[in-house]
């Protein structure tokens, strides 16, 4: 079955960077979009960043524009999340998720698949 793997994740000091990976096996990766949420403690779970199939358009949350890149190797069947300019405000629990509906990108519930989440820790 489709399975996503985040790695990566772990505490940086503000002002500092981390790259998360996500790994996919089980399905076509090529074919979906592919998108990267967080969830902070106490908060709803929330848009960060999407990447089209081919890795030709890519969308922000307004929160992340010019710190976050989103990026894909389809060869690897991975997506990156390379997190610059860290804010304590950054802290979270980070997913990657695939959607075939770029229109969507941005919703929850478009999202057919889920990886286990990889903790984030800004300090300040």
């Known amino acids: 079955q489709a399975q996503l793997v985040e790695s990566g994740g772990g505490l940086v000091q503000s002002g500092g960077s981390l790259r998360l990976s996500c790994a996919a096996s089980?399905?076509?990766?090529?074919?979906?979009?592919m998108g990267w949420f967080r969830q902070a403690p106490g908060k709803e779970r929330e848009f960060v960043a999407a990447?089209?199939?081919?890795?030709?358009?890519?969308d922000y949350a307004d929160s992340v524009k010019d710190r976050f890149t989103i990026s894909r190797d389809n060869a690897k069947n991975t997506v990156y999340l390379q997190m610059n300019s860290q804010k304590p405000e950054d802290t979270a629990v980070y997913y990657c998720a695939g959607t075939r509906v770029w229109a969507d990108r941005r919703t929850m519930r478009a999202y057919d698949y889920w990886g286990q989440g990889a903790q984030v820790t800004v300090s300040s």
């Open positions: 089980g399905l076509t990766f090529s074919s979906y979009v």
């Open positions: 990447i089209t199939r081919s890795g030709g358009s890519t």
